[in-house]
């Protein structure tokens, strides 16, 4: 058991005051979460630009602007901070897309320098076009059913 910085020390067997918040603040979750249903259906109402709650209302406003509220249930999404989650998700997965893409591509065509780099940048382009808000949407659901803010402290 290590101790905050902030805590004085631990007599054996005793608690800190982190570790009591942590231990009311897992408590609350956990039900919170019950509350909210299964973590995989709210990411995939998110990726489909869906509320996580209802599956109903949009959860964007514009491109990569979540809607404060669904106009559907209410749900309230304005404390939510997907920051760079999305943009991160997107590299991951469109890179793992696009370059065993690019060398199957190189493989079995062999095309120009020039023809690549046409190819790949309006491919990858429509990539992030397609995928960033349906990134966007599928963090903004991890976060709501994780019942996350984006401006948590590590304990």
Known sequence: MTAHRDDPP????????WEAE??????????????R???L???????????PR??????????????P???CCGEDYSAIRTDDFAPWLGILVIGHVLVPLAILVETL??????????IWTLVGLEMVLLFLPR???MALGLMWSLNLRGDEHQH
Do not use: Y
Request: proline fraction near 5%; charge should be positive.
């Open 10 to 17: 631990a007599r054996e067997g005793e608690t800190t005051s």
């Open 22 to 35: 942590w231990a009311a603040h897992k408590a609350v979750n956990a039900a919170e979460r019950r509350k």
């Open 37 to 39: 249903g299964p973590i």
């Open 41 to 51: 259906r709210c990411m995939a109402r998110g990726f489909r630009l869906r509320c």
């Open 54 to 67: 209802c599956g109903e209302g949009k959860v964007l406003r514009r491109f990569l602007e979540p809607n």
């Open 69 to 71: 509220a669904c106009d």
């Open 109 to 118: 065509f062999q095309p120009s320098l020039t023809a690549h780099l046409i």
């Open 135 to 137: 990134a966007k949407g």
